[in-house]
């Protein structure tokens, strides 16, 4: 089968192709035909060998494949699974590609069953391919943050893929929203059902506290401005970060660290996200669809920012 990946871990500059042996499924796994896989900084953290990859990859034979999100069809299902899925079934799946199998950017990949869950039935599967780590992602966040309804939650980089999802899984909790944005993203932010809209930027905790004196219950930090947001945050409310910052933090303010490799086998999360979407709820955003063998072209673009919506690369062909 076909596979993007690195024989080295310098980051995308190195992805290229391979042809290596078509994996089967052992007791609890699957295997699926991956029709799109999404692009993320995960990725590149990958293929970089930061912090805990580069750990899982020492010694490992290349090449390394990166990739979380994969959207396909169920292909070949191994012995002692729970029969929920079938072959031909469309499925998306959370993939850690540091595994024994590897990631998404592939043609076939074999993940644990509770890794899939049917695909949204209203969505494509480049769509669909955005879901999973980014969703799973906001879900956690506002998880963590533990506001019951009526709450108020302000999200950074809300233009973003898992601030998007963060604004409407919000507003589906009952949670009251603030929102960053730029005067060109006032109108998606607006549609995702923000509440409150400020400033983005640097300044933004303090255009928060200007609009909300007492401050905010909790904040989701999609755009990782990390310490300059916490001047937003009430005496003892809580900040959830996606990238592992250590603080530290003051007035009592908790803080959430999210990890969603973890959450990888958490079959009912993935599968409500999928629901969610159905219903109308949540929305994949796609940016771009490259033809896979195009990979360093999708990360070339991913890298120069300003995106709205994920990137895709489509192994259908």
């Not at 310098?10 to 042809?19: I, K, N, R, S, Y």
């Not at 900084?41 to 580069?54: I, N, P, Q, Y």
């Not at 072959?87 to 998404?104: E, F, K, S």
């Not at 932010?189 to 983005?200: M, Q, T």
Request: net charge negative; hydrophobic share 45%.
């Amino acid at each position: 089968m076909k596979v993007l990946g690195v024989n080295e871990l310098t980051g995308p500059d190195a992805l290229q192709v391979f042809e290596i042996p078509t994996p089967e499924p052992g007791p609890g796994e699957i295997r699926i035909r991956v029709h799109a896989a999404a692009v993320n900084h995960t990725d590149v953290s990958f293929m970089t060998g930061a912090g805990s990859a580069g750990r899982a990859l020492a010694g490992r034979r290349p090449p390394h494949v990166p990739g979380m999100d994969a959207a396909g069809v169920v292909d070949r299902i191994g012995p002692e699974t729970d029969g929920r899925l079938s072959v031909g079934d469309r499925v998306v799946a959370l993939v850690v590609p540091t595994g024994p199998h590897g990631g998404a950017y592939a043609e076939y990949v074999v993940v644990p069953a509770a890794s899939a869950v049917p695909a949204p039935a209203n969505v494509d599967f480049a769509a669909a391919a955005t879901l999973p780590l980014n969703g799973v992602s906001a879900q956690l966040a506002l998880e963590k943050l533990d506001l019951p309804p009526g709450r108020t939650v302000a999200v950074t980089g809300a233009a973003g893929a898992v601030g998007g999802f963060t604004v409407q899984l919000a507003k589906a909790a009952g949670l009251r929203v603030v929102a960053d944005t730029g005067p060109a993203d006032k109108e998606l932010i607006e549609s995702l059902g923000a509440d409150l809209l400020v400033d983005r930027g640097p300044a933004v905790a303090a255009t928060i506290r200007a609009a909300l004196p007492d401050g905010v219950d909790g904040l989701v930090d999609a755009a990782v401005l990390d310490a300059a947001v916490l001047p937003a945050i009430a005496d003892g409310g809580a900040l959830a970060v996606l990238l592992g910052w250590d603080g530290p933090v003051e007035r009592d303010i908790t803080l959430h660290k999210v990890i969603t490799r973890t959450a990888n086998t958490e079959t009912d999360r993935l599968d409500l996200l999928c629901r969610q979407v159905e219903a109308g709820l949540v929305t994949p955003r796609v940016a771009q669809v490259f033809p896979a063998d195009q990979a360093r072209a999708a990360h070339t673009r991913f890298a120069a920012g300003g995106l709205r919506g994920r990137l895709v690369l489509d192994f259908s062909a």
